[in-house]
């Protein structure tokens, strides 16, 4: 693959912007130091005040040796704050905490990224403001997804391939919106397996997706795949034995401790035969 180097940033926050965020908005000082830390901007964020950059995409200045941080780039947060607190009427009370967790929002073209998904919630699924804020509160990076790349395909995913109702996928949107972040090929491959799992029923395995769309999140290999095999060796289906969604949502203690794991023994004789 190609080559990445991290390279340090710094930021520099004008002291009309300091201000502005700990007096006029109330952000706590503990935010403010999670903000004035974070990457600056580009398409692979990073995390820990460092930038992962290609370098066939951007190279650090000539005259700065490897690992040395670059000078400090000034810029106003208002534009986005603006955005977050008028246009998008996100309460006041939550806006630390969406700082606090995605920090680098501060950093978004509110023209060419926050306005756009705002736009494709609003009037192309139909939501409100209120739903919008919540989603935003849910999953913080909602704001940096790409509408045509992303979002627009998991909507029609959800509604040409899973089969739901345009209504349905954008509730259940709103209710997990992280879908909006996750490929499409892969949970495609997820529906596939809760599918074989569920012996072809496909009206049971969309009722256990609605009632539970976080199964779409979890890792095929750690999560899913293991969990079906040991039904399958404890010679239990679904969803006569258990639901899809208790078994793949269920806390590691809770699934072993309804279902143990075979001994060693028993585990080589299923093997064998």
């Known amino acids: 693959g190609r080559s990445i180097r991290t390279i340090p940033f710094a930021l520099e926050f004008t002291d009309e912007n300091i201000s502005y965020l700990m007096k006029d908005l109330r952000i706590p000082y503990c935010v403010m130091i999670k903000i004035t830390s974070i990457p600056t901007g580009g398409r692979y964020g990073g995390t820990g005040g460092c930038l992962k950059l290609e370098r066939s995409e951007a190279r650090p200045p ?9 000078p400090a780039r000034r810029f106003d947060l208002r534009a986005v704050l603006d955005f977050l607190l008028n ?17 680098v929002i501060l950093q978004y ?3 060419k990224r ?17 739903a919008v804020a919540s989603c935003v509160n849910l999953r913080s990076q909602l704001l940096s997804y790409d509408v045509d790349t992303q979002m627009r395909q998991v909507v029609e995913f959800l509604v040409k391939d899973v089969g739901y109702s345009r209504e349905v996928a954008v509730g259940l ?3 997990c919106p ?30 256990q997706v609605r009632a539970s769309p976080s199964m ?36 590691d203690h809770s699934f072993d401790r309804r279902f143990p794991p075979l001994p060693p023994a028993a585990l080589a004789a299923a093997a064998a035969a």
Do not use: C, W
């Open 87 to 103: 246009e998008l009427q996100l309460p006041a009370t939550l806006l630390p905490y969406i700082l606090y967790r995605h920090a």
């Open 173 to 175: 949107l709103q209710r």
């Open 178 to 207: 992280q879908l909006f972040g996750y490929s499409v090929g892969n949970m495609a491959a997820k529906l596939d397996l809760l599918l074989d799992a569920a012996r072809g029923n496909r009206e049971y395995v969309m009722a």
């Open 216 to 251: 779409l999140g979890f890792s095929i290999r750690h999560r899913l795949l293991p969990r079906l095999r040991r039904l399958a060796m404890l010679g239990l289906t679904v969803p006569e034995d258990t639901s899809l969604s208790n078994t793949v949502i269920s806390l």
């Open 109 to 111: 073209s509110v023209d």
């Open 114 to 130: 926050l306005r756009p998904v705002l736009r494709f919630l609003t009037e192309e699924l139909g939501m409100q403001l209120t």
């Open 62 to 70: 000539a005259e700065l040796k490897p690992g040395q941080a670059s």
